[in-house]
């Protein structure tokens, strides 16, 4: 089930980011660290109610920060989007339920 986040979600979120953080770095990949994202991101996404949270019995285990901010690279880019558009931030699955097409029904559920 995907549903908006609420403050309740943040303690669950914030662990599996860092679960997702260590396999990221386990696999090489360098993209989050420490810094970024963080608690106080995501309790920002929550209270802006930009944050999406994908549950299975219970337990979350995915999440994403949906809004119209993108990074000026953006600009250069040739879209075939009509102005405004929403653009995925943070989406990430737990590690022990990747692989099940849950990133795939974020990203369609944000379509």
Known sequence: MIRKANQSDIIQASKVLEEVKIDMLREG???WD???PNEVVLTQ???KEQAF???EQGELVAYMALN???DEEYNDLNW???IPFLVIHRLYVKP???GK???SKMIRYAE
């Open 29 to 31: 990949v360098d993209q």
């Open 34 to 36: 420490q810094e970024y």
């Open 45 to 47: 996404d929550i209270d």
């Open 53 to 55: 949270i994908y549950e």
């Open 68 to 70: 119209e901010k993108c």
């Open 80 to 82: 075939n989007t009509s």
């Open 96 to 98: 022990a339920a990747q």
């Open 101 to 103: 097409g849950i990133s």
